[in-house]
């Protein structure tokens, strides 16, 4: 989790990940942040992230983000 | 319900819980049961026969339902009105149902009453007060019949440019004593016609109604002569959709003034041109595409429709009608014209061809017209109408009116306008004024 | 579209809408297919031939896909991890080749009916270059419609394939899905997981429904008929003739052209979603006050929404994470600053996405053009943001202030401003000859001469539109807080609800731009 939210403030300083619950849904990451968390996060835990799995859902708070990485882990 | 709506805008009536009650009906009470006494509800006694058909139904609960309704309180009333969604409807037993339709339906009524109020009054106010253009009035020439005297007019010509250009009413009167009018719109669509026929109709009664068959095939336009022809009903059915632009025009102080349609037209809705540009001294270009008229000699159905209903018109209050096809060398096709003729042969109206027969009056092709070979000048006009004078003299009842000497004096003195305004063109375009 | 063709598609609405009601729930998806199929008939035989061709490949490769992946579900029960990652690798190669297959046929009916003469043209020009061959140009009549169809087509057999959902059972009710009549000829792209059920759920009579829906429908004849169509006439007049007008007639000109795309398209819009929404169907929602945005991006995320989140899902997202594209961002990280490498990856991606969205518009230069105009503006934007964060922060500027707000918005409207009026021009040249007219010096005698209002438009028609604009932006900004006016109608008190139906029916019928000395004017997103 950690990690994760290190990645995060590296592609959008200034944010509180901690907190927020509507990262899409408000705008804080538009399609070109998440596509360069996605590539950071391929690169950092070895997962294949799909297009199906880019869902305002998945992406809306650090924590959907982390269950997200968690699910494709396995 | 319905009823029960009624009341709540005048008198707050406390009944208006029955709908809430419903529910509580055992489901012995039936549909039919309980949707006929409600739907008698409507009647304006309906306070009484709701009280007494209510007994009818002969269920304990009613009495109980009644009495319950004196005790509510108003303000539920109005809640249960205005939730009524479908959702509320489902759950309603029968006759709570029936009621809810009834309401439902009051409502409607209501509603379409009150936009019905005030598009009546939009259509009031853009409706032009005068027929001038200055008021809203379209092709204000076509519409001058209205200040005529009523019933002086025995002849009525109606079509598009071509009548308003090679009918002279003033010539005819000068040399005949015949009363007539040119009732004509450039692109008149056969509608139209229909309807400027049923419009003159209102306060004349001609004996004799010719129409000048050019509009039989009107010019091609992107929209089709099915969705034009559409368009026209609808406007002539509806003066605010007709009108509505007008509010750009009318004056505040004309929105509710009185309707009065007193401007007149000196030539009889003819217009005059005394230009010419000879058919020869053209230089042709038969089809430059944006005029193009159908020529194939199909007539189309929304027109053949309307002109079955305009000759129809004209039968029915037993006015003759005759076709007439002016000279015309351009817009006209062999095509055409046979079928004209053998719609006339059909519906056995009699038929002047100027354009098979131009021999009838002589044309100069060079002299006689003002765009080669379209339209008449004031001088082919002259020819056509003289002929046409001699022919409604000679065949049918119409007569002489010269010696209605009130008549003769409004006439002659336009007839002597006309000449007037004749020359007074003929010298602007020779640049003498 | 003249007022009898509304008066048409109302009449169709009604009838289907009748028997609609009059159907059992279970079969009222059948009437709605039914008249979907005879609406397309009626439009035009071709459009049907095409839809039924792209529905039938969508719902042929959707199946093959679902049993492709039921197949591998059931097989790799007892596989050892490397057994089913080869299983996996082979049967995705296989739905690989199937989805392949049926985005060739949807959208290879799309290019050679709609690009054909384009590339042609394109390879003339380079052939004329070198002296080589020309071909001739071949015009195909394009069905209404393609390019919204098409694309929702697409989506649904995308989507199987990356098992969203299972693939539709029933032939029909995924035809009915492609060719749903209200947005069958100018969208709104929908989405077989939020349409389908609702197409084939049945929905009785429901008063909000029919009062929201007819609401909707009146709304939507206000923008276009009272506003849109009435600026065209002068849009018109002043882009066919430019040269004879001055700098500020050009530029009103323009800004009207903006306001009549906008209201002519997303009162299309509303009219569409109006008719279904009688029905008790929800479509996508195409707008969100796009005028509101501060900055293109934003716009764009409002602006179309439909077509623009179909790029985002179905190009945007597969391209930035096919390996290629990973392999670059990889590499940039390596050669680059940090923040030039997180932008180089995702904007190649955009660069594809920007001459996609400009293309799709049509097959013309000028829409290419036009889609880059945006994808520059924006990569621009991404650059310098971190220069604007500092400078502001340097000069002590509330980037989030009111003031600033109000100027990112206004600085927004004048950027789509100039990218919509490519829209209108002729082509590149006549664009850019439009837009140096605009920045001539300017002369005051084109507003005290009154050529303003000698165009077509006159001073009536300004005020019609400036009122009919002011209450539509009163209705956004009702909505910005979010207050929805059409909510507050369809559930709202009859002194609420009556006097706003009642006044936009008066409206239409008094202040609309329809009827006798108005010419036709056609749907501009419709084209497309």
């Known amino acids: ?74 | 319900m319905g009823k029960n709506k009624k009341h709540s805008s005048k008198k707050k009536s406390p009944e208006k819980n029955t709908e809430p009650q419903n529910n509580k009906k055992p489901v012995g009470v039936t549909d039919k049961q309980g949707s006929e006494p409600e739907k008698k509800t409507d009647a304006p006694t309906d306070i009484k026969a709701d009280a007494s058909e209510k007994k009818t139904d002969a269920q304990a609960d009613i009495k109980a339902d009644a009495s319950d309704k004196k005790a509510a309180p108003e303000t539920v009333s109005g809640e249960a009105e205005e939730s009524g969604t479908e959702e509320g409807a489902q759950e309603k037993k029968p006759k709570g149902k029936a009621a809810f339709y009834a309401g439902k339906a009051l409502r409607s009524i209501s509603f379409f009453l009150i936009l019905g109020t005030i598009l009546g009054i939009f259509s009031y106010a853009v409706h032009p007060k005068n027929n001038k253009k200055e008021y809203g009035m379209r092709d204000q020439n076509a519409h001058a019949f209205y200040a005529e005297p009523e019933n002086t007019l025995d002849t009525i010509i109606i079509g598009n440019s071509e009548a308003y250009s090679s009918f002279s009413p003033l010539e005819m009167w000068h040399a005949y004593g015949i009363t007539s009018y040119v009732s004509a719109k450039g692109a008149i669509l056969m509608s139209d016609a229909y309807y400027i026929l049923k419009e003159v109709l209102k306060t004349q009664s001609p004996k004799l109604v010719i129409f000048e068959t050019d509009a039989v095939f009107p010019q091609k336009e992107d929209q089709t002569l099915r969705d034009r022809t559409i368009n026209n009903v609808i406007e002539n059915e509806s003066p605010l959709i007709k009108y509505h632009d007008v509010w750009k025009i009318q004056r505040p102080e004309n929105y509710f003034a009185p309707i009065n349609y007193r401007w007149q037209s000196y030539s009889r809705g003819q217009m005059d041109d005394p230009r010419t540009e000879g058919y020869e001294s053209r230089n042709l270009v038969v089809s430059d595409g944006k005029n193009e008229v159908y020529r194939d000699g199909r007539i189309n159905y929304w027109i053949l429709k309307y002109m079955d209903k305009f000759v129809e018109l004209c039968r029915e209050k037993n006015i003759q009608v005759l076709f007439v096809t002016v000279p015309n060398i351009l817009t006209t096709s062999k095509l055409n014209s046979q079928a004209i003729k053998n719609y006339c042969t059909s519906r056995n109206i009699p038929q002047i061809d100027f354009s098979e027969h131009p021999e009838f009056i002589n044309i100069d092709w060079t002299k006689d017209t003002r765009d080669g070979g379209v339209h008449m000048n004031t001088r082919g006009a002259k020819k056509v109408s003289l002929f046409l004078g001699q022919y409604i003299i000679n065949q049918y009842d119409i007569k002489d009116r010269r010696d209605d000497k009130e008549l003769a004096k409004r006439w002659d003195r336009d007839y002597k306008r006309y000449k007037n305004e004749v020359q007074i063109k003929r010298k602007k375009l020779l640049g003498l004024m | 579209m003249t007022y009898t063709s509304y008066l048409y598609f109302f009449g169709f609405a009604i009838v289907v809408y009748l028997v609609y009601l009059a159907c059992p729930m279970k079969q009222k998806w059948k009437v709605l297919f039914a008249g979907s199929c005879l609406f397309s008939m009626i439009l035009d035989g071709f459009l049907a031939v095409c839809l039924l061709v792209t529905s039938l490949a969508a719902f042929f490769c959707g199946k093959q896909l679902t049993k492709l992946q039921d197949k591998f579900n059931a097989a790799k029960k007892g596989l050892s991890k490397d057994e089913k990652k080869q299983l996996k690798a082979e049967i995705t190669k296989k739905k690989k080749a199937v989805v392949a297959a049926g985005t060739i046929i949807s959208l290879g009916s799309l290019i050679v009916l709609k690009y054909t003469s384009f590339f042609l043209g394109l390879f003339n020009s380079v052939s004329e270059i070198f002296g080589g061959i020309q071909l001739p140009l071949l015009y195909y009549a394009l069905p209404l419609g393609i390019s919204y169809y098409t694309l929702q087509a697409i989506g649904y057999v995308v989507d199987t394939y990356r098992g969203k959902y299972r693939a539709e059972t029933n032939a029909a009710k995924l035809i009915l899905f492609v060719s749903f009549f209200p947005q069958m000829t100018e969208g709104p792209i929908g989405r077989y997981d939020k349409l389908m059920p609702q197409l084939v759920e049945g929905h009785r009579y429901s008063n909000e429904n029919f009062t929201s829906g007819v609401t909707l429908i009146f709304w939507g004849l206000f923008k276009k008929l009272v506003i849109s169509d009435r600026a065209s006439y002068m849009v018109s007049e002043v882009f066919g003739n430019y040269t004879k007008y001055g700098s500020i007639v050009v530029f009103v000109a323009t800004v009207m052209y903006t306001i009549q795309l906008y209201t002519d398209f997303s009162g299309c819009i509303d009219i569409m979603s109006g008719t279904a929404r009688v029905f008790g169907i929800k479509l996508e929602s195409n707008f969100r006050q796009p005028f509101f945005s501060k900055s293109v991006g934003e716009f764009w995320r409002r602006w179309h929404i439909t077509l623009g989140t179909w790029f985002k899902d179905y190009v945007f997202y597969p391209v930035s994470l096919s390996s290629p594209f990973m392999k670059l961002s990889k590499a940039s990280a390596g050669h680059m600053s940090k923040f030039m490498a997180s932008i180089v990856p995702s904007a190649c991606a955009l660069f594809v996405v920007w001459l996609g969205t400009g293309l799709w518009h049509g097959a013309s230069m000028k829409y290419v053009i036009y889609g880059l105009y945006y994808f520059l503006i924006m990569l621009l934007g991404t650059i310098f943001e971190p220069a604007f964060v500092k400078m502001s922060a340097k000069l002590n500027i509330n980037r989030k202030g009111k003031t600033m707000s109000t100027l990112a918005v206004l600085r927004t409207m004048l950027l789509v401003n100039i990218g919509m009026t490519m829209f209108r021009a002729d082509g590149i040249g006549e664009y850019g000859a439009v837009i140096s007219r605009i920045f001539q010096p300017i002369n005051i005698y084109d507003i005290t001469s009154g050529t303003l209002f000698a165009l077509g438009t006159d001073r009536h028609d300004f005020l019609v539109i400036v009122i009919g604009v002011a209450i539509m932006y009163l209705v956004a900004i009702m909505k910005e807080k979010g207050k929805d006016i059409l909510t507050l109608v369809s559930t709202g008190r009859i002194y609420i609800k009556w006097p706003v139906m009642m006044g936009l029916i008066v409206a239409v019928l008094v202040f609309g731009a329809y009827g006798p000395g108005y010419g036709v004017v056609e749907n501009i997103y419709a084209q497309f």
């Not at chain 1, 990262?23 to 998440?34: E, F, K, R, T």
């Not at chain 1, 070895?46 to 699910?71: C, G, H, M, Q, W």
């Open chain 1, 1 to 74: 989790m950690e990690e994760l939210l290190e990645i995060l403030s590296e592609v959008k300083p200034g944010v509180d990940f901690e907190k927020e619950t509507e990262l899409v849904d408000s705008g804080i990451l538009d399609s070109m942040a998440i596509i360069q968390l996605v590539a950071r996060l391929a690169d950092e835990y070895d997962v294949e992230i799909t297009p199906v799995d880019l869902v305002p859902e998945n992406f809306n708070s650090a924590e959907a983000i982390y269950a997200l990485v968690k699910r494709l882990e396995d």
